[in-house]
């Protein structure tokens, strides 16, 4: 059994939005990160991820996307405590809002980092780095912005 998890790439004028993870945090506290958490269960629904997405991202972090969402990859880990989870990534635009830490319990902080800056941060853990690669490879060969 898997835990569903989503984040969203969001970009706005060249840089991604990253959290930097709540010392508090079970995984990855005090961590770079993308912005997301787990699915709810809903019963029969549709569109469950996106919405998710958009609700975390506002939620932690008072930002809303645009209303279109591109899927970038999937992942699965195990955590600290050895619960299997699944990853997804959505790649967003910004649409509106000042990103700041609502949800302190779960975000320390809020930065807009280039792409370089996030590959070369000491605090970026690897599947934040392979997830903006991606972002940043779609980005470059797309119109999405």
Same mark, same amino acid.
């Not at 984040?7 to 709540?22: F, H, P, Q, T």
């Not at 508090?24 to 629904?45: F, I, P």
């Not at 990859?73 to 619960?83: Q, R």
């Not at 949800?103 to 392979?130: C, G, M, Q």
């Given at each position: 059994?898997?835990?569903?998890?989503?984040?969203?790439?969001?970009?706005?004028?060249?840089?991604?939005?990253?959290?930097?993870?709540?010392? @508090?945090?079970?995984?990855?506290?005090?961590? +770079?990160?993308? /912005? =997301?958490? *787990? #699915?709810?269960?809903?019963? !029969?629904?549709?569109?469950?991820? @996106?919405?998710?997405?958009?609700?975390?991202? +506002?939620?932690? /972090? =008072?930002? *809303? #996307?645009?209303?279109?969402? !591109?899927?970038?990859?999937?992942?699965?880990?195990?955590?600290?405590?050895?619960?299997?989870?699944?990853?997804?990534?959505?790649?967003?635009?910004?649409?509106?809002?000042?990103?700041?830490?609502?949800?302190?319990?779960?975000?320390?902080?809020?930065?807009?980092?280039?792409?370089?800056?996030?590959?070369?941060?000491?605090?970026?853990?690897?599947?934040?780095?392979?997830?903006?690669?991606?972002?940043?490879?779609?980005?470059?060969?797309?119109?999405?912005?």
């Amino acid at each position: 059994m898997f835990i569903v998890n989503v984040e969203g790439a969001v970009r706005k004028n060249d840089k991604w939005l990253i959290i930097e993870r709540s010392k @508090e945090e079970e995984h990855a506290g005090g961590m +770079l990160s993308l /912005v =997301g958490g *787990k #699915v709810d269960q809903e019963g !029969n629904t549709s569109n469950i991820l @996106e919405r998710t997405v958009k609700r975390e991202i +506002l939620e932690e /972090v =008072g930002v *809303k #996307v645009k209303e279109k969402l !591109n899927f970038l990859h999937s992942t699965s880990f195990v955590t600290d405590k050895g619960v299997n989870v699944v990853n997804i990534v959505f790649l967003c635009e910004h649409a509106s809002g000042e990103a700041y830490p609502i949800a302190s319990n779960e975000v320390e902080r809020v930065l807009w980092l280039t792409t370089s800056e996030i590959l070369f941060h000491p605090h970026a853990p690897s599947y934040l780095k392979e997830s903006i690669k991606h972002a940043d490879s779609f980005v470059n060969a797309s119109t999405f912005f």
